[in-house]
Every structure is written in C-alpha cells, then in structure tokens.
C-alpha cells in the first residue's frame, strides 16, 4: 500500500542490485515506470527516460488521451532523404540518435568530465523529475 512511482523509480535505479547496468558492455538502454489509477476516468500516467542509466537520467511523464498533440522533442527524427526509403535501400548512413538521446548523452559527458558542474545538472535535472511527479499527482487528484 505505501509503494509508489518514486518507489519504483529508485528501484530501477539501484546498480547494487544489478537492475540498473552501465558497465561490462551492457547498458541499461531505458526504464518506464507507469501510474494505472483505479478510477477509469482518470488517465494513465507514464514515466519514461527514453534514454540509458536511471541513475543518471530521468523519468518524464507522458500522458495518453485523445486529441493530444505531441510536442517536436518526443518525436521521432524524420530526413528529408531517408537512405531507408530510398531505392537502393540503405545506401548512406544517417545518424538516427533522437534528440533527447544526443542531448543525454552530452550531459553524461559532463558528469563524467566535470563532477561539480555535473552533480549540479543532475540536481536541476531531478528537481524537474519531481515537477513531472507533482504535476502527476495534481492531475490524479
């Protein structure tokens, strides 16, 4: 009964346990933690990171429902010449990293280059995980 979304979030986080992996050639490559409120009228809510490490990345909610409509940063990259759709297929490389992965992946550059300023990163980026959970609960309530 006391089991929550931060719960499951610091679980999914734990490396001592070997949920979370970063080493030995294997990489935790997302985690998802989802709110299924019992009242079928209110919305389901879902944190997802999108990105590797829990322990260094962040969940974001997203929520489902009709009519919505999805802001560029969680769409999926489009090119204007696609090798994959182009005949013969697959004939350049294109660099298909989304947005929010490239962008993950400077901030752990940071973190692993400069721990201060890194330490601080992950503090703001934490203090906006926990406005997705507020904004959460608001609208649960």
Do not use: N, W
């Not at 949920?19 to 933690?33: H, L, N, P, Q």
């Not at 400077?106 to 507020?134: F, H, N, S, V, W």
Request: charged share 25%; hydrophobic share 35%.
């Amino acid at each position: 009964g006391h089991i929550t979304a931060e719960t499951f979030m610091s679980i999914l986080r734990d490396k001592d346990s070997g949920i979370c992996v970063d080493s030995e050639g294997f990489r935790t490559a997302g985690s998802m933690v989802s709110v299924l409120p019992r009242d079928p009228a209110l919305p389901c809510v879902h944190f997802f990171t999108a990105t590797p490490d829990p322990s260094r990345s962040i969940f974001k909610p997203f929520v489902f429902v009709a009519g919505i409509k999805p802001v560029p940063q969680v769409r999926s990259p489009t090119f204007l010449h696609d090798p994959a759709k182009q005949i013969p297929r697959f004939q350049s490389p294109v660099d298909r990293r989304h947005e929010l992965y490239r962008r993950h992946q400077a901030a752990l550059e940071l973190m692993e280059q400069d721990q201060e300023r890194g330490q601080k990163l992950l503090e703001t980026l934490q203090d906006l995980e926990q406005q997705g959970l507020e904004g959460m609960k608001a609208l649960l309530e």
